[in-house]
């Protein structure tokens, strides 16, 4: 049966072998150790669950709930925005809550791309970014993901040879998969860049407190004239370890987020409403919860990094997120990261994201997720210092 034409623009989803892979083994009784999907393991604090529970016995709670979010949570956003960045948004205007920054950012992406539309998508990146686009008609063209001198320089030559001109530059800092994080003069460069090009700047913020280092990741906002051009996604999937509560927003320009608001009121009706008064309470609530995970994250990296290292494996020690991105030894390199990831599973029990899943010039690297506890680590470890041992 012929394939759909957007079905047809999308490649076979490069982690479904790996995830086969596993399943056979755990339906065999193996113990597969998974550092692949990012999925935190950490439970949802009490306080926000005991929201939910509190609400979701309210059954005036139980019809629908508005597209946009409800005005508290909203507003909890606006209140979290000003807290940490310093940054004031309109919660009628500049922003809207979404299921998730994925959902938020292919809608996105749909109500702002025209069949043909020139997207700047680094690359690695984590797939929303390039087939959110590539769903809705558009044309990615890759660039680096390192934010240093040469990310604009590529964007430079990128602009001069696409016709049409672009029209948005995607920017993921801290980022997923490789960790890399930036600073405000990097932004102010985008924003100037996007203002001389004519270009709209989508920047996916959604591990801004997944942080290592004393400085905590800044928002593209901080920066002077960003509402112009710009908006930003974020979610409390990590933040708040709550991945399967599906709740996250869109902020900034306004007309960007009008379009936005109008492409899901067609679309949903917004999350349960005591999902999203859980959310507020998440926002209102507490920060120790945060820093609490953050200090796990942070051990969880350091055991990865040292027992991975004693293995002959080298995981570079990531500044933020909940990943870090290594290279294939060398020994295995010319496999390629998917048959290197299947090796792992077969040979050692260890679950790993291929680096090919997220862009090509990500295939000579695996993307390994902190979401097993430091026993679980070091068990992966031994598992993979006994391979590296017997080939």
Same mark, same amino acid.
């Given at each position: %049966?012929?394939?759909?034409?957007?079905?047809?623009?999308? /490649? #076979?989803?490069? *982690?479904? #072998?790996v995830t086969k892979?596993? +399943? +056979? @083994?755990? @339906?065999r009784g193996e113990d597969i150790i998974d550092l692949g999907m990012g999925n935190p393991d950490l439970p949802t604090p009490d306080h926000i669950v005991e929201k939910m529970i509190e609400t979701v016995r309210r059954p005036n709670t139980h019809r629908y709930s508005q597209s946009r979010g409800i005005p508290g949570l909203r507003k909890a956003q606006a209140a979290y925005y000003e807290r940490r960045f310093g940054v004031k948004l309109d919660p009628e205007r500049e922003i809207v809550a979404t299921l998730g920054s994925k959902e938020g950012f292919a809608n996105m992406a749909q109500a702002i791309t025209t069949p043909g539309d020139v997207v700047l998508v680094p690359n690695p990146t984590y797939p =929303?970014?390039?087939?959110? *686009?590539? =769903?809705?008609?558009?044309?990615?063209?890759? =660039? #680096? @993901? =390192? /934010?240093?001198?040469?990310f604009f320089i590529a964007c430079e030559k990128a602009v001069k040879h696409s016709i049409p001109s672009p029209l948005a530059l995607i920017l993921n800092y801290p980022s997923n998969p490789t960790a890399y994080v930036t600073d405000l003069d990097f932004y102010r460069e985008a924003v100037a860049f996007a203002k001389k090009h004519d270009l709209l700047l989508l920047s996916d913020l959604a591990y801004s407190e997944i942080y290592f280092d004393d400085v905590p990741p800044p928002s593209l906002f901080q920066v002077e004239g960003a509402k112009d051009v710009a908006v930003e996604f974020t979610s409390l999937s990590k933040t708040y370890s709550m991945p399967g509560w599906r709740i996250g927003f869109a902020v900034g320009n306004e007309r960007l987020i009008a379009a936005l608001a109008r492409v899901k009121s067609y679309l949903d009706y917004g999350a349960f409403t005591p999902v999203q008064v859980a959310a507020t309470a998440a926002l209102n609530g507490p920060d120790d919860c945060i820093e609490e995970a953050r200090a796990i994250y942070?051990?969880?990296?350091?055991? %990865?990094?040292?027992? *991975? $290292? $004693? +293995?002959?494996f080298h995981v570079p020690s990531p500044p933020a997120t909940m990943f870090a991105w290594a290279p294939i030894p060398e020994k295995f390199k010319s496999l390629g990261s998917l048959e290197f990831a299947k090796l792992l599973v077969e040979k050692a029990s260890v679950a790993v994201a291929p680096g090919i899943g997220f862009g090509e010039y990500g295939d000579d690297y695996v993307r390994l997720a902190l979401v097993e506890n430091e026993q679980r680590i070091r068990q992966a470890a031994r598992n993979v210092k006994r391979f590296l041992a017997s080939e």
């Open positions: %049966m012929d394939e759909f034409h957007a079905t047809r623009r999308l /490649p #076979p989803y490069v *982690f479904e #072998p892979l596993k +399943a +056979a @083994a755990r @339906a =929303i970014h390039a087939f959110g *686009f590539i =769903i809705s008609g558009g044309v990615i063209r890759s =660039i #680096p @993901a =390192i /934010p240093n001198d040469n942070r051990h969880r990296r350091d055991v %990865m990094v040292e027992s *991975f $290292q $004693q +293995a002959g």
